[in-house]
């Protein structure tokens, strides 16, 4: 079984910030969603990362070995980096949702994001069949791994939700890959922010 897991809250997701390549820290709530999802996940055989310190702590919490592969890295925002999602204009949010190949200046398009994340996703195809991998990434490749598993266009990010801890799980066969849950945070209940 593949798993592929998004990072635990930091305070700019808190804070309803764009955050791509910035590396901030997980925050109290997101390092309790961290152990709550190794916890759910049980014991696996391989872990895999981005390289950025939110996944990485995310990932550390499975006490096993971890592998950093960049192709996992969250998505370049560019010149929108920490800008608040409010403040991104309609017509731009517009032109993003209509055009898979429109960048954030100085970013990257959901296009390039969706070709790395499939190379990495088929280059796990074949041990997911035998070994329980997770993968520990951000929510544009989450949505990227979901599309790649269902054998759909990127453009699908836009229509769903990946919540920050949320486990995506993706079994293989003779078929290839099959959707088996999307967005599960079930393990996460109880764990609310006691400061808000």
């Known amino acids: 079984m593949l798993y592929v897991v998004r990072h635990g809250r930091t305070e700019s997701n ?3 910030l764009l955050l791509g390549r910035g590396d901030p820290p997980l925050d109290d ?3 309790r969603q961290a152990r709550a999802t190794a916890v759910a996940i049980g014991p696996v055989d391989r872990i895999v ?3 950025l310190l939110r996944a990485r702590q995310t990932a550390e ?3 096993r070995d971890l592998e950093v592969d960049d192709r996992w890295i969250e998505l370049d925002y560019g010149e929108f980096e920490g800008c608040p999602v ?3 204009a309609p017509a731009t949010w517009a032109a993003w949702q209509a055009d898979l190949d429109w960048a954030p200046p100085g970013g990257e398009s ?6 790395r994340v499939r190379s990495a996703c088929e280059d796990l195809l ?3 069949a035998i070994r329980d991998i997770v993968v520990v990434t951000h929510v544009s490749p989450v949505k990227a791994a979901m599309a790649w598993a269902l054998g759909v266009g990127d453009e699908v990010a836009w229509r769903c939700f990946v919540a920050t801890a949320a486990v995506t799980s993706i079994g293989t066969g003779r078929s290839g890959p ?3 849950s999307f967005n599960d945070t079930g393990h996460l209940l109880g764990l609310e922010d006691p400061g808000g």
């Open 14 to 16: 808190a804070s309803g």
């Open 29 to 31: 709530l997101g390092m």
């Open 49 to 51: 990362s981005s390289p």
């Open 61 to 63: 919490e499975f006490d």
């Open 86 to 88: 409010a403040d991104v």
């Open 110 to 115: 959901h296009r390039q994001l969706g070709a």
């Open 126 to 128: 074949d041990e997911a």
């Open 178 to 180: 099959s959707l088996r």
